[in-house]
């Protein structure tokens, strides 16, 4: 049991995988063998839903297309992903953000995070 535990690290700490979650915007370069021909494929999209653990874990990407949704599920730390890039963070609630599926319009919007800007707080002067 050690043993296997073992290679899933070792497969894991191989990769460089940015930190994303439920609700972010990434684009993964993905590559496609067609016959005797390799090519990288794009997939832009919202991540609605990560799953699973250790080197078995997925991502679902959602986007759509011609007006279509469209998911792709890929395994985390598979081979065949030359990159994954977070285009922006968004701002939700869920882990799971399967209510896309039925959103239309407005509703499909996911928010983008906004960085917290620390002000200075100033302290009142203390008149004695």
Do not use: C, W
Not at 16 to 42: C, H, L, M, S, W
Not at 55 to 60: Q, W
Not at 65 to 83: A, D, H, K, M, T
Not at 123 to 128: G, K, L, N
């Amino acid at each position: 049991m050690n043993l296997l535990k073992y290679a899933e690290q070792q497969l894991i700490a191989k990769t460089n995988i940015p930190a994303f979650r439920a609700g972010d915007t990434v684009t993964v370069n993905y590559k496609i063998k067609e016959g005797d021909k390799e090519r990288v494929q794009q997939f832009t999209g919202a991540v609605i839903q990560i799953h699973g653990d250790g080197n078995v874990k997925t991502f679902t990407v959602r986007k759509i297309s011609n007006g279509v949704g469209v998911e792709r599920i890929f395994p985390l730390y598979s081979p065949f992903i030359e990159s994954i890039v977070v285009e922006k963070k968004g701002e939700v609630r869920r882990a799971k953000l399967f209510y896309l599926r039925a959103a239309i319009g407005k509703k499909a919007k996911i928010d983008e995070l906004k960085e917290d800007v620390v002000s200075e707080v100033t302290t009142p002067e203390v008149v004695a």
